[in-house]
């Protein structure tokens, strides 16, 4: 069930930026998307970090994590491309 007390206008995920930053200038860290990780389990599943639209709020936060076996698919995870901006990548 959907929880009305919010209303962010986004049916699913919300385009990057629509948000403002946290305090260290980030877009988008909790409840657009979950984030695949590099991390695996010791059963090799792989971990998802943070929550996402279809999560609950206490799942919408860093700390949140959750396994995968390697081939399932997951509508709701994607992952961040991180750029440093000294490599000249970043765009304003």
Known sequence: LADTRFADAAVVTAPVASYGPNAW???????????????????????????????????????ARVEYPPWQRVFNVGFRVVCDPADGLATQ
């Open 25 to 63: 200038g980030l877009h988008d860290m909790h409840g657009n998307a979950a984030e695949w990780t590099q991390s695996e389990s010791a059963g090799g599943r792989k971990i998802v970090r943070g929550g996402s639209f279809f999560d609950r709020p206490v799942r919408c936060r860093s700390a």
